[in-house]
């Protein structure tokens, strides 16, 4: 399923406009690290008191892994999700995906690489309460497609999104609004919306944190079975031993760095 289409060269740290506009270009893939972060810090400022959170991050994943990262609750696992997102930038650190650097890109070189490249699911979901379970999951592709293309190629896109709803166990609940759901339901609907642009890779916060055991381990099957069958590149976050194990790598964040592996 993923894009095996190659992220785009940058300039400068920004996408060349026609890149930006029609989210393809050539290159050029020199490398098997898929994502990589240097020395990434970052701090939160609370009136005059400054945080640090992570102090210095090193890390590398592998195109075709599925790395998990541990560590205690409030140890920095989400913030750095979110930086290799793009959904934040570090204080200082650089980030990289196929080589390109990525943390210093102007928003619409971000918006490309989230819309196109990028599945992300959230410790807490974060459907959009108004929009049915099948809405949700399309939601990306109407942001990435706007009005028009969305409106020609709607009736494929429903198609798409009805099987992948189905894949994740979903197909009784696609008229369903999140607060007509289980929190299992959600984290599915959350797992299809993050898969219905075919990313080459998955970021999951405690994609299993707010389940019961069996729930968990049915969406885990779900997470391996990507990342096994269509290649997904997964970066998990989790604060579970016995989930993060079942990933092929494990790395624990404590006081702010990387402990083991990296
Ligand atoms: N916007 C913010 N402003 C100030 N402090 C913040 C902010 N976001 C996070 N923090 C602090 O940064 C630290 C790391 O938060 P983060 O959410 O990354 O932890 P986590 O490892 O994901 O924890 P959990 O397992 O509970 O989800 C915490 O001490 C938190 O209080
Ligand atoms: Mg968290």
Redesign the pocket.
Known sequence: MASTEPFSPIANGRLPASAVASGTAQVVETTDVHLAAVNLRKS?R?GHLE?P?LRGVDLEVRRGEFLSII?Q???????LLHLLATLDAPDTGEIYFQGNRIDNLEPAGRDVLRNRYFGMIF?FYHLLPELTTLENVLSPLMIGHGVWSYLRNRREMIRQATALIESVGLSHRLNHKPRELSGGEMQRAAIARALIANPVMLLAD?PTGNLDGTTGEEIMQVLRSLNRDQNVTIVM?T?DDAIAGQADRVIKLREGRVELGG
């Open positions: 939160y609370k945080i959170v560590g609750s409030g140890s920095g696992k989400s913030t410790q405690e976050v604060h």
